[in-house]
């Protein structure tokens, strides 16, 4: 596992664009030292989950030399001792565009041992075809949304103690398309919708928007933002079951999509209309 050191981080800096095969542009951040401040230990999560990351821009060319493309799907489970920074997985798969593979195999292996020796865990990897990608089309979220509210916002921080709860105890999905983070180091926002499911005492809607829109000045990497979000209320709220999923928007063909559940289950890869 390659991990990044003070002045590697490709984020923010001007880099040459390598156009054949380079698995040494793949770059680890352990995920302990945001853990570690949100008091969580890498041995003992209160969680399970995965981020899904998908990439529409994959190409590569073939054995005679022809151009492929293809959509694929990354998924990191959250027990890997590192995530891969974003910029680097980028260049990485710019690093294929002039590369020969001989087959799609042969490139889903090259893809699975790269970002699992990179992240220290199995990483699964589907490639799929660019009409299959099409077709799946978009998710029409269910349950509750958050966004029309009629609340006034002072703080643009994270505050756990917006969040409370209230008899009578629900199962219920709530979402809200107003969250926005900002990366920790170029500062760019992060725009995303936000999925909650919990079955609990009801938690009260108001307080949990103003908590959501509060991580609109807010720098952390999308994957730590989950897991803040499901900490404070997990804390906060005596839940019985709990998930949170973030679908972010793409940048550079890329999104992110971390989800963090009470019960360890297979999420759905549910493509929405932003993305």
Not at 101 to 128: A, E, R, Y
Not at 237 to 245: G, I
Request: proline share 5%; charged share 25%.
């Amino acid at each position: 596992m390659s991990t990044l050191h003070d002045g590697e981080l490709p984020l923010g800096k001007q880099s040459v664009y390598v156009s054949t095969y380079a698995p040494e542009l793949l770059r680890a951040i352990p995920r302990q030292s945001a853990r570690t401040a949100l008091g969580l230990d890498d041995g003992q999560l209160p969680f399970f989950g995965e981020d899904i990351w998908n990439a529409y821009e994959l190409s590569w060319l073939n054995n005679k030399g022809k151009p492929e493309v293809a959509c694929a799907e990354f998924r990191f489970p959250c027990e890997s001792l590192a995530i891969i920074e974003s910029k680097s997985l980028k260049l990485y798969l710019n690093s294929l565009n002039q590369s020969s593979f001989d087959g799609v195999d042969q490139l889903l292996k090259t893809l699975k041992q790269d970002f699992s020796d990179c992240v220290g865990h199995p990483v699964i990897v589907n490639i799929m075809q660019v009409e299959y990608s099409i077709s799946a089309g978009y998710k029409q979220l269910t349950g509750s949304c958050l966004d029309q509210l009629d609340v006034s916002i002072n703080e643009y921080s994270p505050d756990p103690a917006l969040l409370s709860q209230q008899k009578p105890r629900v199962q219920e999905q709530l979402y809200s398309h107003l969250l926005r983070s900002l990366c920790p180091v170029t500062g760019q926002p992060d725009w995303g919708t936000l999925i909650i499911e919990y079955t609990g005492p009801k938690i009260n809607h108001e307080g949990l928007l103003k908590y959501i829109i509060g991580y609109r000045e807010h720098q952390e990497f999308h994957e730590n933002c989950v897991e803040r979000i499901y900490r404070d209320i997990a804390a906060s709220c005596d839940v019985e079951q709990l998930s949170v999923y973030a679908r972010y928007v793409r940048r550079g063909g890329l999104d992110i999509n971390p989800y963090r559940c009470s019960n360890r289950e297979k999420c759905q890869n549910v493509r929405l209309n932003r993305q």
